[in-house]
């Protein structure tokens, strides 16, 4: 039962902070969406912003879980990062409102917030890289830094995402961008960060 109504909680903030700035969600319309008193409420959260960072690190898990899946499902590589880049700026998209509130330089939030969304993008981060190296070990892409790669990866998705959420369009030119970058532009002997020239143009 409490582990159920918690689990309520989280995705009804999951939902308003999604939706909405963090400074237009209060804690009493949390406790109405989620059919609970609002000292039961902050039974479970003592603060707003205890329930903000659950709320993102649970939204941002969910991100790296389909995205984990899409990244070890058996197509061919490209049409994976296809399926990720597409997930990636749908679902981060999504989150823009919750993601404003965290970065912008008048949030009431402290560092904690950050340190969550930090870890959020990291594990997408690592996911990426992961579809990266596959690409690179089997001859597909050449060679290249995949930490850098993948942090250029995800910062152009986001820069995306932002104004982007959910357009099929604006999915397929990042990523025809991107594996152009990487099949054309990162050969060579040894791994360099010049091969990000290029993708760096996303950000």
């Known amino acids: 039962m409490f582990a159920r109504r918690r689990q309520r909680i989280v995705q009804t903030a999951v939902r308003l902070f999604t939706e909405y700035p963090?400074?237009?969600?209060?804690?009493?319309?949390?406790?109405?969406?989620?059919s609970v008193a609002k000292p039961t409420l902050y039974r479970y959260?003592?603060?707003?912003?205890?329930?903000?960072?659950?709320?993102?690190?649970?939204?941002?898990?969910?991100?790296?879980?389909?995205?984990?899946?899409l990244r070890a499902g058996a197509d061919p590589v490209e049409d994976r990062l296809r399926q990720v880049v597409a997930c990636v700026l749908d679902r981060i998209g999504g989150l823009t409102p919750a993601i404003r509130a965290v970065e912008g330089q008048s949030s009431d939030l402290g560092e904690r917030s950050r340190t969550a969304l930090r870890h959020g993008f990291s594990a997408l981060k690592d996911e990426?890289?992961?579809?990266?190296?596959?690409?690179?070990?089997?001859?597909?892409?050449?060679?290249?830094?995949?930490?850098?790669?993948?942090?250029?990866?995800?910062?152009?998705?986001?820069?995306?995402?932002?104004?982007?959420?959910?357009?099929?369009?604006?999915?397929?030119?990042?990523?025809?961008?991107l594996l152009n970058g990487l099949r054309n532009r990162c050969s060579g002997p040894a791994p360099t960060l010049d091969c990000t020239s290029d993708l760096g143009a996303l950000i």
Request: glycine share 10%; aromatic share 6%; proline share 0%.
């Open 22 to 34: 963090y400074a237009n969600v209060h804690m009493d319309a949390i406790a109405a969406a989620a």
């Open 128 to 177: 990426i890289g992961a579809l990266l190296a596959e690409g690179a070990d089997t001859g597909m892409f050449g060679r290249f830094d995949v930490e850098v790669v993948a942090l250029v990866v995800l910062g152009g998705i986001r820069m995306a995402a932002h104004s982007n959420a959910g357009n099929r369009d604006v999915a397929d030119a990042v990523t025809d961008f």
């Open 45 to 69: 959260f003592a603060t707003k912003e205890a329930l903000f960072i659950e709320a993102l690190e649970c939204a941002l898990e969910e991100v790296r879980h389909e995205v984990h899946g």
